[in-house]
Each structure stands twice: as C-alpha cells, then as structure tokens.
C-alpha cells in the first residue's frame, strides 16, 4: 500500500482578481462557492507577497470549501528573485523591514492555516552574493526574523523553514532555527527539497521532535517523476508519526497558463517521466471547433474547443482564459499525480523489498523496478532513522534529484534563469 502524498496548488494573484470578478463557476479550483461539490484541492498555497498586492480580493479566500487548508507563504521565493527587497544595511533596526513583518504576519494570522516563517533563503545569495556572502549570513537573518515573530501576536500556525545547499550547511541550518515545541511543522525550501539524501537527512530530523510535526512541506516540488518518491516518503512516514501529513506544492499549472500552455497528461521519454503540454491552440479550431470538452475537464465543462479559444482573445493574460486555462491545468495535472500513482502501486506489488541492495544502475531517470527499489530504500531509511543508509546510497539518491550537492547553481537556473528552453514540460 502507498500513501499518496497531498499535493496543494499554487494560486496566483491573477486567479484571486477572477475569482472576485465573479468567474468562479469553472475556474475557482480552491473556494467553488457555486459549485461546492467541486473542489480539487484539500489544500492551497499562496505568497503573502502577492496577497498584498491584491488585498481588495482576499476575501474570496475566506469563503473556501469547508475542510480545506490554506498555506500563505511568507515570501521567501520572492526574496531569493529579488522581488522582496529589505533594507539590507538595517535589518534588524529598520522600520520599513518591520512594516513588512508585520504585513506578512498579518495576512498569515488572517488567512493561513499554516504559514512558513519568514525565511532568507540560501538561493538568495547568488543573486545577492555582496549582501548575503554565506548561508551563514541567511540563517543569521531568519533567525532574527523567528524572534521577532515571537514577540508578536501569532494566531495561526507556524511552519520553520529548512534550507542549507549541503549537508553541514542544512544541519546548521536545522540547529540554528529548531525550537521544538514552538512550530507546527517543517517547510523545506532551496536544495533540501530538491536535492533527495538532503531532503531525507532532515526529515529523519523533523521527524525526531518530541512533538510530532503536524506538517512537514516540500516546498516547488513540481515535477512529476518525483511523485512516487515523494508518496513513499509519505508511506513511511506514516508508519512512525501518524499523526504527520506530508505534502508538497507547485505553482506549475498557473505558470503553464500564463504561458498559453495546455496540460493533457504524461508522458515517458528516454527514461523520465514528464507532464505533456502543449502551446494553444493545439488543433486547427476550423476543422475540430466544434468538439465539447475534448479534455474531459471538469473545467472546460459544456465549452467546445472554438469556444474556449475564443476567450483567449485578449491573450493568455486575459483574466477569464488565464484562469480557466490554469483550473484546467490543475485538473490534468491532479488527474497525472493520480494515474501514475495507481500504476506504481502495482508496480509494488510484485517488486523485492530488498532489491535496492543490488541496484547498480547509475542512469539518471528511472524505470519503475528503479521507482521500486528508490521506495524500499526510503522505508528502510524513515523506519529505521537510518542516517548511514542515506551515506551508503547517496550518489544513487542523487540521481534521482534535480540537483546535486556539488552544484548549487544548477537549481538556481532552473527556477530563475532567462533562458528557459523546455524547462515546462520537465514541470508537472
């Protein structure tokens, strides 16, 4: 059996301004007020940062579907492109990075069911190496950032963030920040959530709290080949902390959207596992114009394809076809997570619990005995809080990351370079 890990969207700025507009019939994959029964999501991630920038619409959050969650992230991401921009000289004394606390925490207390601390992430110094020199440097500042949150008036509930671009600098990291007790859980950002052993390292860390995590979070996990790995962490995960959920986020489908691309499943190719897309329009809408729903979306519901192209008419920018097209994504991409889990869970079935002590392969890619062997190895790793076994497998573990310990840069590239190239459809 696998415990599929939860997977929250990400929900752009742009969607909040739809969904207030009233366009929430087919497009509000997170509140649905007029179609209750349909709400994808348990769960949705937002960036305080762009909350502000749209606070005339927030209060369509409020209105979600009873039982879901919320994460509002605390702009971390937006620190590291340089988006956020604190008083570097000043901050700890400066009263313009205290308005931005404070406008942070209040969006989170209002909105949030969980909400990540304010952290200075590690990616941060690349694109800032004269103002933050060192990770050191980064976690220095979070760290300050955790003790003003503590002198303030915190109503949800707390997430302390995991970052670090090896695995000294993570266990620093880790031991600066840790305050069992104080948190409700964990959110790993920079390399500990792409980079596998790192990832594996600090939740055997998390994990080791007197207090269950209530959350442990990946944070921009999105491609897709990582979903069977990441169900098999949450599969053993829950053998030894129940009470524990584990998930991860993507804001993928919206950034397929604003690109005019279209998500119509998965695919297999030279070993990897990828989401296919496709650049609007897809077909010649004289000749198939007149098919309804041609994805079988509950998001294009009723529409034929000509018109659903005809509310691109103002681009891929125009609100109403930016988030239907988005809501749609979502719907493919959920639909994705959920087929090629199934096919794993069989997959498991036959599959040798002890196989990955003769794994040899050193590929990057995996094929599903591969996918097999990558989940034994991570039960045996969680269960029994084995931190050698993570050592005696690591370069195998690497292969299976976006990034290596050894090259910072390389996750850095893929999540802000200019040149993008085909980097959406590796992003599910």
């Known amino acids: 059996m696998i415990e599929q890990a939860l997977f929250i969207p990400g929900i752009s700025s742009m969607q909040l301004l739809s969904w207030t507009n009233g366009d929430t019939y087919r497009t509000n994959y997170f509140t649905n007020t007029e179609n209750k029964d349909w709400c994808y999501s348990k769960a949705g991630i937002i960036s305080a940062v762009y909350m502000l920038q749209k606070q005339a619409e927030l209060g369509v959050l409020n209105e979600r579907k009873q039982g879901t969650k919320l994460i509002v992230d605390s702009g971390g991401f937006q620190i590291a492109t340089g988006k956020l921009a604190f008083d570097w000289d000043n901050f700890s004394t400066s009263a313009k990075n205290d308005a931005i606390r404070d406008k942070i925490l209040a969006v989170q207390n209002e909105y949030a069911d969980y909400a990540p601390i304010i952290d200075v992430p590690s990616l941060a110094m690349l694109r800032m190496p004269h103002i933050l020199p060192s990770v050191r440097k980064c976690l220095d500042y979070t760290i300050y950032n955790i003790e003003y949150y503590k002198k303030q008036t915190v109503t949800t509930k707390l997430l302390n963030v995991l970052q670090g671009t090896n695995s000294a600098q993570a266990n620093e990291w880790f031991d600066g920040v840790h305050d069992d007790g104080y948190f409700a859980g964990y959110a790993l950002g920079g390399h500990t959530a792409q980079n596998l052993p790192l990832m594996l390292e600090m939740i055997l860390r998390c994990l080791e709290d007197k207090n269950a995590p209530e959350l442990i979070h990946i944070l921009g996990q999105s491609r897709i080949g990582w979903v069977p790995v990441l169900s098999s962490i949450k599969t053993a995960i829950k053998k030894v902390s129940p009470e524990t959920e584990f998930c991860y986020d993507t804001i993928s489908a919206v950034a397929s959207a604003v690109r005019g691309q279209a998500v119509y499943g998965w695919k297999k190719s030279n070993k990897k596992i990828t989401k296919a897309v496709a650049k609007l329009p897809m077909v010649d809408i004289e000749q198939y114009g007149d098919l309804v729903n041609p994805f079988d979306t509950v998001a294009l519901n009723g529409l034929t394809y000509a018109e659903w192209m005809l509310k691109s008419n103002s ?114």
């Open 315 to 428: 681009g891929a920018n125009s609100n109403q076809f930016y988030s239907l097209l988005a809501s749609h994504n979502l719907e493919m991409t959920d639909r994705s997570h959920n087929e090629l889990i199934k096919l794993f869970a069989v997959d498991l079935l036959t599959s040798d619990p002890t196989g990955y002590k003769n794994w040899t392969s050193t590929d990057r890619g995996f094929l599903p005995f591969e996918y097999t062997h990558l989940h034994h190895l991570i039960n045996d790793i969680i269960v029994n809080k084995d931190y050698d076994l993570i050592d005696k497998y690591r370069n195998r573990l690497n292969a299976a990351s976006i990034a290596d310990q050894k090259n910072c840069t390389t996750i850095f590239d893929q999540l802000f370079g200019e040149e993008e190239g085909d980097l959406f459809d590796e992003v599910a």
